[in-house]
Each structure stands twice: as structure tokens, then as C-alpha cells.
């Protein structure tokens, strides 16, 4: 069964970061694609951007390019996100996603993590 | 930055066809994909590359597309349909990729 699991809900201070993780499970993670994707209570999915299996290549949203770094340990089957410098507007569930075959059709989804940035 | 416009919300009847659009510039050079969300749970993929449909989901769900807009339909809705769903693509250099403001449907 292809599955994955993401790290637990976290709460942080502006300004610091935080680094949320997605272990997979019942397919080759490293010939997959795996993307985050981020949503604020009530409003529409936001992309962040992926990384590629195979290269490795990473490719973000502008809106986080500065400020996201995406990476993963093929060892462990692990992929991580984190986002700097966080402010009270990252507020959001995230979730990790990933594409078995490399075809864009991201069809298997993490269960989410709340990431609270609050003062 | 490329922009995918939706529908705030589209209404139908049980039994009904709903369709739900989504324009981009990009779209006639590039797929359309579509995702169900349900409230307070995950997406799922419900169609891919604008009209295939992943294994498990209903023949009731069908895509296409033509120019700068892709079309999600969902004949005989049914109460369990009841979702947002979001269309989701890239801009033309292939890298950026963005989703749809979402389209809440409602069957009753």
C-alpha cells in the first residue's frame, strides 16, 4: 500500500522556522516525485514546489523561493520541508504529495501537518 | 505569476451533470488536473493529463479540455459529491505549477 506519513503539528514564534517531514511507504521514493502544498484555513490550495527523483532537482513557487528549502533522504524514503523566517501568514496545514511515475498526477497525499505561527 | 480562475461555487440537483471550469493562458499547451477535497481531509486526484481517471474513482467523474479552459463534469451528482475541487497546472515554462481558487459544489 502506498502511503505517506507526515511529522506531527508544530507551533512556532515569527521569525524562527520549522522543518516538517513525509516518510513514504510501498513504492521506489527515489524515481518519485514528491511536492508540498499548503493551505490557510478556508482558502485555496498553494503550491511550494516538489523535488524530482532521479536528480534531485528542486523547483519552487516565487513566493517562497527565498524562503523554502525542500529536500530528501532516499535512505530513509524521507522528504523534508522547511520554511524560514516564519510569520503569523504561514499559518496553514501542510501537506506532502507524491507522484510514483513522474506523470504529475500526484495521487498519493500525506495526512497534513497544522503548523500554528503565533507570538 | 499565471493565475488559474474557477468558479466560486457551482449548484445542482441529485442525478444531475455539474460542471465545473477552470481558464488558463496555458492550458491548450498544457494539462489540466482536478482534485476533490472534502471537508477538513486530504485532496484526491480525479482526473489527470485533462480527462484520465485514476484507478478507484467513478465513471461518473470526466475531463476535458479546449483552448484556455479545462472542464471537470460530474454526471449524476450525487450528495457524496459534495466538495471543493480545485484545478491544478503549469504556466508555460513547465516549472510552476498552481492550482485553481477551488470551486465549492453543492448537490441538493
Known amino acids: ?119 | 505569476s499565471y493565475e488559474l480562475t474557477q468558479p466560486p461555487s457551482v449548484s445542482v440537483s441529485p442525478g444531475q451533470t455539474a460542471r465545473i471550469t477552470c481558464s488558463g493562458d496555458a492550458l491548450p499547451k498544457k494539462y489540466a488536473y482536478w482534485y476533490q477535497q472534502k471537508s477538513g481531509q486530504a485532496p484526491v486526484l480525479v482526473i489527470y493529463e485533462d480527462s484520465k481517471r485514476p484507478s478507484g474513482i467513478p465513471e461518473r467523474f470526466s475531463g476535458s479540455s479546449s483552448g484556455t479552459m479545462a472542464t471537470l463534469s460530474i454526471s449524476g451528482a450525487q450528495v457524496e459529491d459534495e466538495a471543493d475541487y480545485f484545478c491544478y497546472s503549469t504556466d508555460s515554462s513547465g516549472t510552476h505549477w498552481v492550482f485553481g481558487g477551488g470551486t465549492k459544489l453543492t448537490v441538493l
Open chain 1, 1 to 119: 500500500q502506498m502511503q505517506l506519513v507526515q511529522s506531527g503539528p508544530e507551533v512556532k514564534k515569527p521569525g524562527t522556522s520549522v522543518k516538517v517531514s513525509c516518510k513514504a511507504s510501498g513504492f521506489t521514493f527515489s524515481s518519485s516525485a514528491i511536492q508540498w502544498v499548503r493551505q490557510a484555513r478556508g482558502q485555496r490550495l498553494e503550491w511550494i514546489g516538489w523535488i524530482v527523483g532521479g536528480s534531485g532537482d528542486t523547483y519552487y513557487a516565487q513566493n517562497f523561493q527565498e524562503r523554502v528549502t525542500i529536500n530528501w533522504d532516499v535512505s530513509t524514503s524521507t522528504a523534508y520541508m522547511e520554511v524560514f523566517s516564519l510569520r503569523s501568514e504561514d499559518t496553514a496545514v501542510y501537506y506532502c504529495a507524491a507522484d510514483p511515475y513522474i506523470t504529475y498526477a500526484f495521487d498519493i497525499w500525506g495526512q497534513g501537518t497544522l503548523v500554528t505561527v503565533s507570538s
